[in-house]
């Protein structure tokens, strides 16, 4: 039986650098992810707020925590002291809310704006017109105390890699688009797809992190 260490080790020289790893650590206890620490693993993804909130204490200070499930702007306080990296905003309201959050925190909060690229209606995020009009919008400047980074996508579950490989490709092509957008909080750098089933897929299209589970600890 494989290890965690030895999971960890075949993903990264399956990415070779190209993108960074990031151990999604949902429901999985905290001595899986210190094993997934000791491996080398630094970024940890969770898709509840209140796993992250009671594991975040119990871990060493250097893990940067990756919000990648639907948030809730309720819940935005609770991880706004810590959190690394939001890769799920999926409207204004939410982003505004990060700030308020942030700056009562004195940080600035690095997010993704979350597109909807799946033929799936279960999934959330924002069309291609919405992510153009919350990053051209007057009122992005006054929240200065967010960091729009880059985009995050989800793909359609399904074995028909083409197109899997094809809402990457068009994810890739809107990120190129709105990364030439100059304003004083937004600084692209990150493309957030692919996952345990198509993170391979995902790094040939140009993704530059991976949020990989059950490939590093097993299925649930």
Not at 114 to 142: C, V, W
Not at 181 to 186: A, E, L, S
Request: aromatic letters at 6%; proline letters at 4%; one cysteine or more.
């Amino acid at each position: 039986m494989t290890t965690i260490q030895d999971n960890i080790a075949r993903l990264e020289q399956t990415i070779r650098g190209r993108a960074r790893l990031i151990a999604v650590t949902k429901t999985k206890p905290v001595p899986m992810l210190q094993e997934a620490y000791d491996a080398g693993c630094r970024d940890f993804g969770e898709n509840r707020v209140q796993e992250m909130v009671d594991k975040y204490p119990q871990l060493l200070a250097d893990i940067r925590w990756h919000q990648i499930g639907h948030l809730q702007s309720n819940k935005v306080k609770y991880i706004a002291p810590f959190v690394a990296l939001i890769h799920s905003v999926d409207s204004p309201a939410l982003l505004k809310e990060i700030d308020k959050q942030a700056l009562k925190n004195n940080r600035v909060i690095d997010c993704l704006l979350q597109i909807f690229i799946a033929q799936e209606d279960t999934k959330f995020g924002l069309d291609p017109a919405e992510a153009r009009a919350l990053l051209q919008s007057p009122e992005l400047d006054a929240l200065t105390h967010v960091r729009v980074v880059g985009l995050m996508g989800l793909a359609t579950n399904t074995d028909n890699e083409e197109q899997v490989r094809q809402e990457f490709r068009g994810l890739k092509m809107l990120y190129d688009e709105l990364a030439a957008i100059q304003r004083p909080n937004v600084a692209f750098s990150e493309l957030s797809m692919g996952m345990s089933g198509d993170y391979e897929l995902a790094i040939a299209e140009g993704s530059t992190m991976v949020r990989v589970g059950s490939a590093i600890f097993g299925s649930r």
